[in-house]
């Protein structure tokens, strides 16, 4: 089953179209810097073979040193390709929300499927792909994305509080993100939108005047001196579907009105003369780009054409190219995805010639291009479940990668509680698959049972960005112990103080180094120092945790139901009279029944068996006598199945210190007892405490003022336990009156 398709990574989603706008806020941006010299002329011979432009897909963007192209599988994923004009192989990017390129070779990876709406972004510079990634988060200075200006800085729109709007220069140096206000804008200015940054320039447009009377705007904006040089009027803002153009000589943008359909508007930046050059149809997907004095236009029904700007004539000339794209460069080229009679499909480079006149020269085919390996997941090995009882403590998770130069960043989470786990493989040393043996284990201890996310991030070794992700669901459980209250799997020791503060020792559900040791103490509460008796009885509800009984000075008996978090549901009465008895004993099942019962002593030396219901508003069944005589003792204990018979056992120390063993016969009484020795009165407390070290025998541990011991059960009657030192409660022999 797949964990998460979405979420801390950047989902599929279509970015807007280059239509009319190869540069519009909120569309595709590309970029400019210095492209390779071509020589003039409508075609040129190309003495080495052409970069390939993948067959099927869509033009994303041109740079001096390649192109980005798009397409989707038949699961609707995108793939982000970006190919060199070298020849080198193709590089496969990081499936984005939404894209850019500009200022030069620098591919911005944004959240948003539309620019503006960017607020995390990354910049990959493809003019050294192996270069780290620069991310730079404007959500922070609540921004937005308006343009890329370097690899280490963009041009974004920043609000204040008071809803006003500022352009800044933001840059990303290490670790410190700094930002410069551009000067000269009016003051109510908002919705910024830029063309691509080139020379130290940038072309925004914005929205400005009163609330009822907005009308658009444009500037021009030095970046060197933070601060704008020109300013020209438009009818409206062109937000969100006007696109921005300057060359040395002319500024352009795109319009539409009712009537006439697109149109762009270009300003001669010398003289300041304006002219409009219609398009057509609204519907028809026009693009319109600037080549020095040329405007470039035209869309898939209508083949290329340009437009000199300086003349007094609207007269155009044929470029020879039917393309249902263009997008500018920045250098003052741009780049068609078309087809041309003499050479067929492919793109296109139209550059001033030598004479200025518009040339046009092919500089990608159309084929099946040679990529590098994309990093992905091919294969996952972590199961759908797994009790950690059955393997030894461990589960083996793995995950198989089309390539070996990786990191793998492996997080497991909790889902009831949030609790995380997180790892970070390296490479193996040979083939592709990188594992590790999970112990279970979260922050020191025990990891509770239940649902778990299985998350895997993988990141290519050079810092390109270049991630991929995959997600599981792992179901973790144990075998249910009786002394568990955190449904972790491990024993959980209950200790009262001189106070009333009852505490919660977690302890490791392994030994550690050959020893059973404390993982966590936690306090449960005051005020328990009101009960007489306290007895940790299994489980009694229902559920798969522990709870506890108490009994009070006046006799009333209550429940403790274990919420499994190591915490006590609300105390329930089940009970009065109890003020009779002088030992209770629980959480073991005497009669074979599969439920925890009870025995008690009152003060005529009587031993009383309780039967498990089941049922927690009424835990406990009729009690019957199971015989006299138990005066002798002074502690009797519940500690399950120790000597390998079918139901619990009880262990008894009489008043000489001699600890007897009585096994259960299943019918809520006992054998004749054994005797398991001598030197017990050295203890305080006996603790039936569950399996502490996973042999799958219940185990005992004896609280005394000068040392703490584990018992293991061995499994025989005759020689019961074994003896092991703890550090639990080591220089704490004094410090708790009741240990349970």
């Known amino acids: 089953m797949q964990f998460r398709t ?94 850019d390129l500009g200022a030069g070779d620098v591919v911005v990876l944004g959240d948003h499927n539309w620019t503006a709406e960017f607020k995390a972004i990354t910049l990959r510079n493809m003019a050294d792909p192996a270069a780290p990634v620069v991310s730079i988060d404007l959500g922070a200075l609540n921004g937005n994305y308006v343009a890329v200006l370097s690899p280490t800085s963009v041009l974004a729109q920043i609000k204040n509080e008071d809803g006003t709007a500022e352009l800044h220069v933001v840059t990303k140096d290490g670790a410190t993100t700094t930002t410069t206000k551009i000067a000269g804008l009016p003051a109510e200015a908002t919705d910024f939108f830029g063309s691509q940054a080139h020379d ?175 990093l992905q997941f091919e294969q996952t090995h972590v199961p759908d479940a797994v009790n950690l009882d059955q ?8 995950w198989t990668l089309s390539r070996a130069d990786a990191v793998v960043d492996v997080t497991l989470t909790h889902t009831a509680t949030g609790k995380e786990f997180k790892k970070r493989l390296t490479a193996p040393a040979s083939g592709t698959l990188f594992s590790f043996d999970w112990d279970g284990v979260i922050a020191g201890v025990d990891a509770p049972n239940g649902t778990y996310g299985v998350e895997a991030e993988a990141t290519l070794l050079a810092d390109t960005g270049v991630t991929a992700y995959d997600g599981w669901l792992l179901n973790v459980t144990r075998t249910p112990n009786p002394h568990d209250y955190t449904n972790n799997g491990s024993t959980d020791v209950l200790a009262r103080d001189a106070s009333g503060v009852l505490w919660r020792d977690d302890l490791r ?137 079918a139901t619990g056992d009880l262990i008894a120390r009489d008043t000489t210190g001699v600890l007897w063993l009585y096994q259960g016969n299943g019918r809520g009484g006992f054998a004749t007892r054994v005797k398991v020795g001598a030197g017990w009165g050295a203890f305080s407390q006996l603790v039936g405490a569950g399996d502490l070290d996973n042999d799958g025998r219940p185990d005992l541990i004896a609280y005394g003022a000068n040392a703490t011991y584990v018992y293991r059960s061995t499994g025989s009657a005759t020689a019961p336990f074994s003896r092991q030192t703890t550090s639990l409660y080591a220089g704490e022999g004094s410090k708790f009156n009741h240990v349970l």
């Open 200 to 374: 130290d320039q940038v072309f925004v447009g914005y929205e400005t005047g009163p609330a009822d009377k907005r009308v658009g705007g444009r500037a021009m904006v030095d970046l060197k001196g933070a601060t704008v040089t020109a300013t020209y009027a438009a009818p409206e803002s062109g937000y969100g579907m006007s696109a921005l153009g300057f060359s040395a000589s002319h500024v352009t943008w795109y319009g539409y009105e009712s009537g006439t359909g697109d149109y762009i508007t270009s300003v001669d930046r010398k003289t300041g003369e304006q002219k409009k050059t219609v398009l057509g149809r609204h519907d028809e997907e026009w693009y319109g780009t600037l080549v020095g004095e040329w405007l470039v236009y035209g869309n898939a029904y209508h083949p290329a054409k340009a437009r000199n700007l300086t003349s007094t004539s609207d007269e155009t000339i044929e470029l020879g190219v039917s393309a249902s794209r263009a997008v500018s460069v920045g250098d003052g080229s741009v780049v068609l995805r078309g087809t041309r009679t003499a050479d067929g499909e492919g793109l296109f480079r139209v550059v001033a010639g030598a004479d200025g006149a518009p040339t046009v020269t092919k500089v990608a085919e159309i084929g099946a291009p040679v990529t590098e390996q994309r």
């Open 509 to 645: 559900d392994r030994p550690v180094n050959g020893q059973v040791t404390r993982a966590q103490r936690a306090s449960i509460g005051s005020g328990w120092g009101i009960y007489k008796q306290i007895e940790a009885v299994g489980n009694l509800g229902g559920a798969a945790t522990g709870d506890l009984i108490a009994v009070d000075g006046s006799g009333v008996l209550w429940l403790y139901l274990g919420k499994g978090d190591g915490t006590f549901a609300t105390r329930v009465k089940v009970g009065t009279g109890w003020q009779g008895y002088n030992k209770l004993a629980g959480g073991s099942d005497l009669d074979g029944d599969g439920r925890a019962d009870l025995v008690a002593t009152d003060g005529a030396g009587d031993l009383w068996f309780y039967k498990g219901t089941g049922d927690y508003t009424k835990p406990f069944g009729t009690r019957a006598k199971v015989g006299g005589g138990w005066q002798a003792y002074n502690h009797i204990t519940a500690v399950g199945d120790i000597a390998g018979t």
């Open 6 to 99: 979405t979420g801390i990574r950047l989902a599929s989603a279509v970015t807007a179209v280059l239509a009319v706008t190869a540069l519009g806020a909120g569309t595709l941006a590309t970029a400019p810097t210095a492209f390779a010299a071509v020589p003039a002329g409508v075609s040129a011979t190309q003495d080495t073979a052409l970069p390939v432009f993948p067959k099927g897909s869509d033009l994303g963007g041109a740079a001096t040193s390649g192109f980005l192209s798009y397409s989707f599988d038949q699961d609707l994923n995108r793939n982000l390709l970006w190919t060199p004009y070298d020849g080198s192989a193709a590089i496969p990017l990081q499936d984005p929300t939404g894209w």
């Open 391 to 398: 393997t030894g403590g461990k589960v083996t998770l793995g």
